[in-house]
């Protein structure tokens, strides 16, 4: 069975970037649309960014357009999230997952496959 594991969370201060980094293994992550999710202490699991199999779509929530850039490397078979402008209320543990077909739901209940997450901490 394939998997996802997301790297690249940690502890940053206010204004600061990190770059996550979802990787597959046993499952070629090109065939998917992959999207990135994230769970705050408390609060429902939500959507944040996702990217069709193709590239072509490309879906952001409100709260971090402009500041958020998801991308996919075929050839490492990784989808990055580039998360710059870092607020305290990105504070959470961010999943990626992966669906079939070629839409880029933002709710859960679509993706087949989720990753065990990567916590991201950003200090005031």
């Known amino acids: 069975q394939g998997q996802l594991v997301e790297s690249g969370g940690g502890l940053v201060q206010a204004g600061a970037s990190l770059r996550l980094a979802c990787a597959a293994s046993?499952?070629?992550?090109?065939?998917?649309?992959i999207g990135w999710f994230r769970q705050a202490p408390g609060k429902e699991r939500e959507f944040v960014a996702a990217?069709?199999?193709?590239?072509?779509?490309?879906s952001y929530t409100d709260s971090v357009k402009a500041r958020f850039t998801i991308s996919r490397d075929y050839a490492k078979n990784t989808v990055y999230l580039q998360m710059n402008s870092l607020k305290p209320e990105d504070t959470a543990v961010y999943y990626c997952?992966?669906?079939?077909?070629?839409?880029?739901?933002?709710?859960?209940?679509?993706?087949?496959?989720w990753g065990q997450g990567t916590q991201v901490t950003v200090s005031s």
């Open positions: 990217i069709t199999s193709g590239g072509g779509t490309i």
């Open positions: 997952a992966a669906k079939r077909g070629i839409y880029p739901e933002r709710t859960t209940v679509y993706y087949d496959y």
């Open positions: 046993g499952r070629a992550i090109r065939r998917y649309t």
